[in-house]
């Protein structure tokens, strides 16, 4: 598996409510984590047991380290990662509200540095599959997915109109209902399965889709037939990331021959377990504990 896209690191102040514009308010006690959808993803499936590249660049500085450190720990093999000194690395600074609710400025600093020539030497050509988000720049992804001969997994967030070619080389396209919505070019959201589906079905150049619908699960939309695969339940704490185990589990499933929908079904309990847990990758799933909720 080699996902190629960002790393940031989360600064988390939990308040009680939300500044308004030009107001100060007293938060509680912060905390630094590592997160960036990329290296999230690398963690998910690090974790799930796949054999696990990331190709990203972070700056010189405390941030990086940190970020670095927290993919070694999960066995992630670092060569195609870049410490650049050019720009700082990538900072979301998070601020979350009593009910979970949050508002995030992303600083992208060294993940808008990285180049299509970051690929060389990845060995991205041999990769089995390519995973694949949008904080890194569009070219970039472009030209990963153009680059790679396996399987090659979007999840197209945060969400930007995607140009066809890009569309076209993806086999598997995973949205959730907003980035299904700007994609197709839709002025709402989804608000049922079947509008997701009928969404799903207009951007016709994609064969294979999931879209991620948070509690309600997810719909597989498989060369135009439907499958939905409802969430599986738990009481969740902290949805931040279960899109990304979303994406890592359904990218191991499929690399090691799953079908779509059985990919769909076994990735629905590593984003429930990270759901239930709090925080980005500390509450990523082992192989281990999706296998006792999923037996194999
Ligand atoms: P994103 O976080 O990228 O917006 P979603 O909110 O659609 O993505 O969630 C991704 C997946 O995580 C869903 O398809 C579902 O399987 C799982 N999930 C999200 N929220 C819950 C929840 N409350 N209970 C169980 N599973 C959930």
Known sequence: MLVVGSANADIVVPVERHPRVGETVIGGDHYRAAGGKGANQAV????LGARTRFVG?????DHGRLLIDALTHDGIELSGLRVTDDAPSGLALI???PDGD?????SPGA???????????????????????LEVPLGTVEAAASRARGLVVLNPAPAVPLPSALLARTDVLVPNRGELAVLAGANDEPASIDEAADLARSLDVVDRMVITLGADGAVVVEHGTVTHVPAHSVVARDTTAAGDAFCGALSVALLEGADLVAAARWARVGAALAAERV?????LP??????EVAPA
Request: aromatic share 0%; charged share 25%.
């Open 279 to 283: 925080g980005a990758q500390p509450s």
């Open 102 to 106: 949050n508002s995030i400025v992303v």
């Open 286 to 291: 082992t192989r281990d504990e999706v296998a």
């Open 57 to 61: 660049r972070v700056g010189d500085d």
């Open 95 to 97: 601020v979350v509200g």
């Open 111 to 133: 993940n808008a540095r990285l180049s299509r020539g970051d690929l060389d030497g990845t060995g991205i050509e041999g990769a089995g599959a390519v995973l694949l988000q």
């Open 44 to 47: 998910a499936c690090a974790r």
